[in-house]
């Protein structure tokens, strides 16, 4: 895939109607829809497809994986109520765009991908753009406890269950943000610690993830 990265008038127009368009699905968070509307989502595709990066859908990024739809990406991100300096850990890092929303929103990002290829080209584009997280190569089923705890973690991939080991890594008053389900569908799971060993978890809309692969889970 041959990566161009310029942002002409006409992508920045039609990122301005893909926000238009998220306000109108109900996103309401003017930090997570102004992250969208900065981060150009055309440089994770190639140019024959750039037509196709600002629709609000999911698309192939190769290896079997998709660069998740825009509200999804929205949609979790608004949950996470990020601040500015959170720890966040992001666990399936595919092409990086929800890693750059975390980013423009100001959190420090852990990221982990299971797939060594993704995991190549993604170290490569995102320092391109100007991102950087902290990317490890790795089954982030099991989250990463050598940098734990966290203030967030969030799930871009779909789980079997939730995987405990996950919760004993965030901080108190930490978030989780995991979509639940079989392989057809999975309902957005969010989890706020309130205390040592004590959580409230709310269930929330269907959406349908590629599956998150690995000892604690699939
Ligand atoms: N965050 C991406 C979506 C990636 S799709 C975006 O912004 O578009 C989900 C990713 O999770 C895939 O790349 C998949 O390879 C990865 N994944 C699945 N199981 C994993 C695991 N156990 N650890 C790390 N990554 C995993």
Same mark, same amino acid.
């Given at each position: ?18 926000? %238009?368009?998220?306000?109108?699905? #109900? ?5 997570? +829809?102004?992250?969208?509307? =900065? $981060? ?49 850990? %992001?666990?399936?890092?595919?092409? #990086? ?5 975390? +980013?423009?929103?100001?959190? =420090? $990002? ?13 170290i490569q584009v995102l320092p391109h753009m100007g991102y950087q997280p902290k990317f490890f190569l ?31 890594q965030l901080n108190i008053g930490g978030i989780l943000v995991i979509p639940v389900g079989d392989e ?35």
């Amino acid at each position: 895939m041959a990566y161009k990265f310029i942002d002409n008038y006409r992508e920045r127009g039609a990122r301005k109607q893909l926000v %238009e368009l998220l306000k109108q699905k #109900g996103i309401a968070d003017h930090a997570v +829809l102004a992250a969208i509307g =900065k $981060v150009p989502r055309h440089y994770f595709f190639d140019e024959t497809f750039w037509n196709q990066a600002y629709k609000d859908i999911a698309f192939p990024i190769g290896e079997g994986q998709t660069i998740s739809q825009p509200y999804t990406v929205a949609y979790q991100t608004e949950l996470l109520h990020i601040k500015k300096g959170d720890k966040v850990l %992001e666990i399936g890092t595919g092409c #990086g765009y929800q890693t750059c929303i975390l +980013l423009e929103l100001g959190a =420090k $990002v852990y990221t982990i991908e299971r797939q060594e290829k993704l995991y190549e080209r993604t170290i490569q584009v995102l320092p391109h753009m100007g991102y950087q997280p902290k990317f490890f190569l790795g089954d982030g089923s099991k989250g990463i406890a050598a940098d734990a705890p966290y203030d967030k973690i969030i799930v871009t991939a779909g789980a079997p269950t939730i995987p405990e080991i996950l919760l004993g890594q965030l901080n108190i008053g930490g978030i989780l943000v995991i979509p639940v389900g079989d392989e057809a569908a999975q309902k957005m799971v969010t989890i706020l610690k309130t205390a040592e060993n004590d959580y409230e978890k709310i269930v929330l809309d269907t959406f349908r993830f590629v599956p998150l692969v690995g000892e604690k889970a699939w």
